[in-house]
């Protein structure tokens, strides 16, 4: 018999739906996508796919050989489809709950947590839009894209990795008719100082209203500086170290500026997606 | 025949009637939980250790994972006294199910004024957090010792009518006098107990995993400890115990009961499944629906002398 996905929550008060699901997905396929990443797909329940890009799951990540990990793994959403049941990830191998997901075959199930946080916002004004991110930080912007392109908005995509090869999501940023950069360290086109100019031409040809980035402090101080600069806001989709992923623990705070003062915010909460300008 | 009754789960906790034994852990409990299950269907909601004034908590990390349970030094991050009266205790009031007010201090002066100011209308009981590791140097708290604990709750004791629930640490080597200590001074119930100060080291940066250096485990990992004071405090006082620390099945749940617990509270287990404390209360029906047990006292305190002498 295969198992199919299950609404693991308790029925939600009348009258309220439940803002998220404790379900158990079932995997179609794990598989690497190159040598670093592995994209994870899960067939869940639908109830669990009312979700907004930048938004995220804690997954309950089967323990690997020898190890142990207790609390849940926030990931952000690579994909979603509430049509087919779909669900993907986007992850790196790089602990205790990620080598545990890598464990993970089509047919096992796996205790997904959400969606959860806030997602990233896309007001009428926003007409042109720049994603700029690095690394994994591109998988948080696919879902984005997406919404982009459903929405009739212009998209440059500046795709940073460490070797061109790395860069993930190339294909997936055309697809959803994004014009995409592809900048990298081995040839010193990813650097803060090369990118700049590359940005402020597409700003003085009006094609920047808003900026998104996700995965890079570097890329962060950027975009923060040529805001000020060009007056262009834009959001950021931020991580934190997370128990609970819902607020009630405090443990995944990060300080932002607002105005002068300097306040503290749960990401998984508040975020993980904040205005750039008050990031730090 | 067997008795298809359903079962009473009501639990009392000195004078406070529970519609069932199950209540959150101050601390893993928030509004946020709303989201996922309705929290009517708990015994009581026990709040987030509000301080007097303002606070931020401690640095991140503020919490590391481990094997059977994690550690935290989260700090008490605290919105103060004002905002519970004026956002808290206006929300909480929708739900029927009894609300208590965990609350700390640094000075016996400021906890004793705390006090008086959260004994209002709505609040059900308050939980006297003084054995959180997070607040104080190595981990002091007030119920190290059973000086300071009778002191601490004396004092409190002379602020609020309400029922007074004293939450103690598994980190003193006399619990049972701290209990009784916490007795004599008025508590009327014992929450057993907080979390085990204990410390991770990252070995490839050679740095503490939390930013506090020092936080408290939880988990289950800790249950045994737990369960052990749970045992020598309600052997040893009068007042209502509430145990406390790694409870996430139903065999648990029974197991702090039997060993003398009128109620529980859950913690960590909310992390790691939001709804663990629903499906608990749903368990513990069942579970006493096939047992043809109809009432919680016939499980309380119920734990028999070891097998002597007995083989397989």
């Avoid at chain 1, 709950?97 to 997904?112: E, F, I, P």
């Avoid at chain 1, 992923?245 to 705070?253: D, H, P, S």
């Avoid at chain 2, 003084?130 to 602020?159: H, K, W």
Wanted: glycine content about 10%; overall charge negative; charged content about 20%.
């Amino acid at each position: 018999m295969s198992l199919s996905p299950t609404i693991l929550s308790v029925p939600a008060p009348e009258g309220l739906s439940a803002r998220c699901l404790e379900a158990s997905a079932v995997v179609v396929s794990n598989t690497p996508v190159n040598g670093e990443y592995r994209l994870l797909v899960l067939d869940a329940p639908r109830e669990a796919l009312n979700c907004q890009p930048g938004q995220f799951f804690q997954l309950l990540c089967p323990a690997p050989e020898g190890e142990h990990p207790f609390l849940r793994r926030p990931m952000s959403i690579y994909g979603y489809d509430a049509e087919s049941g779909r669900l993907q990830f986007l992850y790196k191998v790089a602990g205790a709950g990620t080598r545990g997901l890598a464990t993970l075959c089509a047919g096992d199930s796996l205790n997904v947590l959400g969606p959860l946080g806030q997602g990233f916002s896309m007001p009428e004004e926003w007409q042109n839009l720049m994603l700029v991110a690095r690394g994994v930080g591109l998988a948080t912007l696919a879902p984005l894209a997406r919404e982009a392109q459903a929405r009739g908005r212009r998209l440059t995509a500046i795709c940073s990795a460490r070797r061109p090869e790395l860069a993930m999501s190339v294909e997936l940023f055309r697809d959803y008719g994004a014009e995409v950069i592809v900048v990298h360290d081995e040839d010193g086109s990813s650097t803060p100082e090369a990118l700049r100019p590359l940005i402020e031409a597409r700003i003085a040809a009006g094609q920047v209203d808003a900026f998104y980035t996700c995965g890079s402090s570097r890329l962060l101080r950027l975009l923060q500086d040529l805001g000020r600069t060009h007056g262009i806001p834009g959001e950021i989709a931020m991580e934190q170290q997370m128990a609970c992923g819902l607020g009630m623990c405090q443990a995944c705070v990060r300080p932002f500026r607002v105005g002068e003062r300097v306040i503290q915010r749960r990401v998984c909460r508040e975020g993980p997606v904040f205005p750039i300008a008050e990031a730090m | 025949m067997k008795d298809l009754m359903t079962p009473d789960l009501s639990a009392q906790v000195g004078a406070l009637r529970l519609a069932n034994p199950i209540m959150p852990a101050s601390g893993t409990f928030s509004e946020d939980l709303s989201d996922v299950f309705d929290l009517d269907i708990l015994g009581a909601h026990v709040l987030k250790t509000i301080m007097h004034g303002k606070r931020d908590g401690n640095p991140t990390p503020r919490v590391c994972d481990l094997q059977g349970g994690m550690l935290n030094a989260i700090g008490i991050p605290s919105k103060g006294i004002e905002d519970f009266r004026e956002r808290m205790l206006p929300y909480w009031a929708r739900y029927g199910a009894p609300l208590v007010v965990s609350i700390s201090a640094h000075s016996m002066d400021e906890f004793a004024q705390l006090c008086a100011e959260v004994s209002l209308p709505g609040v059900a009981a308050i939980e006297a957090n003084i054995s959180c590791p997070n607040i104080e140097a190595n981990g002091q708290a007030f119920a190290m010792r059973p000086e300071t604990t009778r002191d601490v709750v004396t004092r409190l004791r002379a602020e609020t009518d309400l029922p007074l629930w004293a939450k103690l640490t598994p980190n003193t080597g006399e619990p049972v006098e701290v209990a009784l200590a916490a007795e004599a001074a008025g508590a009327d119930a014992l929450v057993v107990a907080n979390t085990a100060l204990g410390m991770s080291i990252d070995i490839s940066t050679r740095r503490p995993r939390l930013g506090n250096v020092m936080g408290g485990m939880s988990g289950p990992a800790i249950k045994p400890i737990a369960l052990r004071m749970t045992y020598q405090t309600a052997q040893a006082c009068r007042i209502p115990v509430i145990g406390c620390g790694g409870i996430a099945t139903l065999d648990d749940v029974l197991e702090f009961l039997i060993a003398g617990a009128a109620a529980v509270q859950v913690g960590t287990a909310t992390f790691q499944s939001p709804t663990v404390m629903a499906r608990l209360v749903a368990e513990l029906s069942g579970w006493m629906q096939a047992q043809g047990v109809t009432s919680l006292s016939q499980i309380i305190g119920t734990v028999e002398a070891p097998a002597e002498g007995l083989h397989e």
